[in-house]
């Protein structure tokens, strides 16, 4: 079964509004850590945003928020006012285990295009 | 903040020749690097971890003959691509993990191309 599942291959957005890419995850392990990367068309990986399992509230970064629902085992990524330098691919991640040197799972990536 | 580098950023190389791919944590010292492989269009996938003074683990279908590991440094980890084939041809991202935190830091990738 995939550890990582993120349904949507590609995103459209008008400039200045806010979206949402979905990601559900698969774990047994009740410690585990959740996150999001943001690859423009260069490569990088750039980090955006982390959710640990235990945590209470949802993580916000910025414009970034990840509405975390722990039941449904989703992760979902919320960007709000999109500009146009959001455009990327966006990667949903999930680490079995709270420890750094744990092996970290990536979905195959929602691409996000950001329209003026 | 955290900086990692990677070395060459693109290289072109012939069947059958080997290429060799460092990664640096340019400000911090990191016990752990991790290797990634992208194909186009695709994930990143794990190949392999890399641990400073000690031998490599490598993932499930990963040849470890074919790419070696080498963590000699705090700050420094290599791979070396040995015998490349144009299946080979990938983008390789390195990350690297501080001795401090949790949190991996990426270095920009590698794009290579067997010819």
């Known amino acids: 079964a995939q550890k990582i599942t993120q349904t949507q291959p590609g995103m459209f957005v008008q400039e200045k509004e806010a979206v949402t890419l979905d990601c559900t995850y698969d774990?047994?392990?009740?410690?585990?850590?959740l996150f999001w990367y943001k690859q423009p068309s260069s490569g990088e990986m750039i980090f955006l945003i982390y959710?640990?399992?235990?945590?209470?509230q949802n993580a916000t970064e910025g414009r970034y928020s990840l509405n975390f629902q722990k039941a449904r085992k989703s992760a979902n990524l919320v960007i709000s006012a999109s500009q146009l330098g959001d455009s990327a691919m966006y990667f949903c991640a999930m680490r079995e285990g709270l420890e750094g040197y744990q092996k970290v799972t990536f979905g195959i990536g929602t691409k996000l295009q950001v329209i003026p | 903040g955290a900086v990692v580098s990677q070395h060459p950023s693109r290289v072109i190389c012939k069947s059958g020749t080997s290429v060799k791919i460092e990664c640096r944590s340019l400000d911090f010292q990191a016990t752990t690097m991790f290797w990634y492989r992208q194909f186009p269009k695709q994930s990143l996938m794990l190949m392999a971890t890399s641990n400073e003074g000690s031998k490599a683990t490598y993932e499930q279908g990963v040849e470890k003959d074919k790419f070696l590991i080498n963590h000699a440094s705090l700050t420094l980890s290599t791979l070396t691509v040995t015998s490349a084939h144009p299946e080979d041809s990938s983008f390789y991202i390195c990350s690297a993990l501080p001795t401090s935190t949790d949190e991996q830091f990426f270095g920009p990738g590698t794009r290579l191309t067997v010819l």
């Open positions: 774990t047994s392990d009740p410690s585990y850590g």
């Open positions: 959710q640990g399992s235990y945590d209470q």
